[in-house]
């Protein structure tokens, strides 16, 4: 009888502990493996980092239904939903397709404006996406010389330009900006007190020579006769 009953705990207790095995088993939940040809990407689960492309080990995920992401700058962010089963490894396959480039401009010592294509997008440091295809390229500043340049913009592609722009010395520099040049209005020589001043300043200059000439060519002329009052004839 004692043989019997220890032979029935022992077979009790392996299945409790068989159980108890497959139970954690089925709680553990399952692995997700993610493959891209778009290198560097960074991968999100619910909105949560958890690694990049190419992944090193498959991701543990609880069973259940997950949100999983792509992102990378200058490409199209892809996002699908997986089911994670429990004991299960489970395989998605995402790759991006890029839309821009990354153009980077920075002129040392001084703040210049970009453009691009004509539209200005903002002053240096510039970091910004352009979309890919032949892009021409502007910087400019007061007084210095314009930078210009055709680039050919390829997706995911970094373009960074550090330039030294060169001084125009037939511009207006940047401190006299604040100083517009004085200049007269148009028909200003028509104005009456103009006009004015000129008669008087042309009256001036004869009496001044006039004044400053020799006394005898003043005298009157032998031929001039001088009239006098009565009785003094």
């Known amino acids: 009888m004692r043989l019997v009953a220890l032979l ?15 139970a954690s088993k089925k709680g553990r939940g399952g692995k997700l493996v993610v493959l891209s040809t ?3 990407a960074d991968i999100f689960v619910d909105d949560r980092r958890v ?3 190419p992944s090193d080990r498959p ?21 699908k939903v997986v089911k994670i089963r429990r004991g299960r490894t489970r395989t998605v396959e995402i790759d991006l397709l890029a839309h821009s480039g990354v153009v980077m401009v920075e002129t040392p010592g001084i703040t210049a404006e970009v453009v691009i294509d004509g539209k ?7 970091d910004g996406d352009v979309v890919i295809g032949p892009r021409m390229i502007l910087v400019r500043a007061p007084g210095y010389k314009p930078f210009a340049t055709k680039l050919l913009i390829k997706g995911g592609q970094l373009y960074p330009l550090s330039l030294d722009l060169e001084v125009d010395p037939l511009a207006q520099r940047p401190a006299d900006l604040g100083s517009p040049a ?13 006009l004015a001043t000129a008669g008087v300043m042309v009256l001036g200059t004869a009496a001044a020579m006039w004044l400053s000439g ?9 031929d001039h006769t001088l009239k006098i009052g009565r009785g003094y004839e």
């Open 214 to 222: 020799d006394p005898e060519d003043r005298a009157p002329s032998a």
């Open 51 to 53: 690694g990049a492309v």
């Open 182 to 194: 004085w200049s007269l209005p148009a028909g200003w020589y028509k104005e009456p007190w103009v």
């Open 59 to 79: 991701l543990k995920l609880s069973a259940g239904a997950h949100t999983v992401r792509l992102e990378l700058r200058g490409y199209a962010p892809v996002e």
């Open 8 to 22: 029935l705990f022992i077979s009790s207790v392996v299945g409790l502990r068989a159980e108890a095995r497959a």
């Open 38 to 40: 778009t290198a560097g």
């Open 120 to 126: 200005p997008l903002g002053p240096t440091p510039f």
